[in-house]
């Protein structure tokens, strides 16, 4: 590629980096000689206002992987720290990707896009700065099947192979995923600083998120209460989505926790198929601190770190501002409890919350969980119960005792309700998928990428961009692994 700079259309408008020196340290990707398209979203892209029409395969492939500069953008490397399994590290940072810009959209909304896999950074550690595909295909994956579940999440834009080697405990293809997000703000940001005791770039960050995020609270009495309770809700909302549909993200340290309540880094992350509360994927969390049924927890728990950091500007005395904060964190389990029970809720037909509604909700869970149902197909079957035929959902249990018991309850419970049955069996089917990411197929999908078969991916991918629509032919997509599978492990997406 002779170009030393590539025309793409993308409306570059550098907030983060014009206004918050110290933040972050310039950096590009790598120079390459030959990348690949291997994924790439045109409805994203297009969203975004880049002209991959008028780029060339080649151009694209070096644009999308950080090997060209493309016009109007100031690639950079973010600064930030992080608790990580409960210990501190004051210093990571992006150490393998870069922030290729912050575009303006089509629709007129800032949005970043990132680059990760693209080579060392003045973060990487020791790092190589690298990816391999797998890892990057997940992401991709997994941030396009969160969003078609309606789940903020950061979403594939592409995934590019870079040409090169990355050695991991085996020779893998580089390769690099462009994500895109409302931002890559994180509680590990305002750690940073924090920790440093440089509290006047803490304000700075906090003013620069409130303006970005949520320009609304610059009216409150204190914009920074207002920004940790805006956050808190935002986190609690997300957690709720995540376990309402069974994922366990898998390492939830606050450098993978973003301010914009967007789930970030689907590393070690899986879905459940059996319901258990205590489902732990990662081969590196071994005392399941980031469970299905712990992520409130620790999400909480990582609300009050992001809390610390504002200490100082809740209030100028820090009895006071730590009174605050806890009040404030203290808050964090009855949002989430509300959130999940609407979410269960709607999941079982049921439109407004009820006295008796977090008992009955949590009854089935109960149920779920000794009986080792498969969740998704479950609360899918159970649009068909409604109509009449329970049939199915019998077949899911072994012992159908609790399981009848709960019906009898939830039977008495939807008399209490207005909607026809048409109506209810479809609000059913709009907030229950039958497909979801399952564990097997993505291994799959992942596994015959690396040996140069992309169809299982994009067939994948296809399958979970409509999760709430059944499709005939695509009955596999809608089952739990094969016993022969085993415990599922997942490993750091390095
Ligand atoms: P992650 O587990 O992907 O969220 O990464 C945690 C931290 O390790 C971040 O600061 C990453 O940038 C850094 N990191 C992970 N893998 C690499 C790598 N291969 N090279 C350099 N830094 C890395
Ligand atoms: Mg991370």
Not at 4 to 16: E, Q, R
Not at 196 to 213: C, F, P
Not at 262 to 276: H, L, R, S
Request: net charge negative; charged share 25%.
């Amino acid at each position: 590629m002779t170009k030393t700079s590539i025309k793409t259309g993308l409306n570059f408008d550098a907030s983060y980096s014009e206004q918050l020196e110290g933040f972050y340290a310039s950096s590009s990707g790598e120079k390459l000689k030959a990348p690949k398209v291997i994924a790439f979203n045109e409805l994203l892209a297009d969203e975004l206002g880049l002209n991959y029409k008028d780029l060339s395969q080649d151009e694209l492939a070096h644009l999308l992987t950080g090997s060209i500069k493309a016009e109007g953008s100031n690639p950079f490397a973010q600064v930030y720290a992080g608790h990580q399994f409960g210990g501190f590290s004051p210093q990571l940072g992006d150490g393998r990707a870069i922030m290729l810009g912050e575009v303006i959209d089509s629709n007129g909304i800032r949005r970043d896009i990132h680059l990760k896999g693209s080579g060392q950074t003045p973060f990487s550690r020791g790092g190589d700065g690298k990816a391999a595909i797998g890892p990057v295909l997940r992401e991709y994956l997994l941030g396009e099947a969160m969003y078609a579940l309606g789940i903020p999440a950061t979403r594939g834009l592409a995934a590019t192979l870079t040409g090169e080697k990355v050695m991991r405990d085996k020779l893998l293809d580089g390769a690099v995923v462009a994500r895109v997000a409302s931002s890559h703000i994180r509680t590990g940001t305002f750690q940073y600083f924090a920790a440093r005791g440089e509290q006047e770039q803490v304000k700075l960050l906090a003013d620069y998120t409130i303006n970005r995020h949520f320009p609304e609270l610059t009216e409150s009495e204190n914009p920074y209460i207002a920004l940790l309770r805006a956050v808190r809700d935002r986190q609690a909302e997300l957690i709720s989505q995540w376990v309402l549909v069974g994922f366990v993200h898998g390492v939830m340290n606050t450098d993978n926790m973003t301010i914009s309540g967007e789930t970030i880094d689907f590393g070690p992350c899986a879905f459940i198929d059996n319901y258990d509360e205590n489902a732990s994927f990662s081969s590196i969390d071994r005392q399941g601190r980031y469970a299905l049924g712990n992520q409130p927890y620790m999400a909480q728990w990582n609300t009050a770190r992001f809390a610390e950091t504002l200490l100082p500007l809740l209030d100028d005395d820090n009895e006071k501002a730590i009174t605050i904060a806890t009040e404030e964190i203290q808050e964090f389990t009855p949002i989430y409890q509300k959130h999940w029970l609407q979410g269960m809720n709607n999941k079982i037909g049921l439109s407004q919350i009820q006295s008796g509604d977090f008992e009955l909700a949590n009854e089935l869970i109960a149920a779920l969980q000794v009986e080792n149902v498969d969740y998704t197909q479950f609360f899918r079957s159970l649009s068909e119960v409604i109509n009449g035929d329970v049939q199915k959902t019998y077949e899911l249990f072994e012992n159908t005792d609790k399981f009848e018991k709960w019906y009898k309850n939830w039977n008495n419970r939807l008399l209490l309700e207005s909607s026809s049955i048409e109506a209810t069996i479809e609000s059913l089917n709009s907030v229950n998928p039958i497909y979801i990411p399952r564990n097997h197929l993505v291994e799959e999908a992942l596994q015959a990428a690396e040996e140069d078969d992309f169809k299982p991916f994009e067939k994948l991918l296809s399958v979970l961009t409509s999760p709430y629509e059944e499709r005939t032919g695509l009955e596999k997509f809608a089952n739990p692994a094969p016993k022969g599978f085993g415990p599922y492990k997942t490993f750091c997406g390095t």
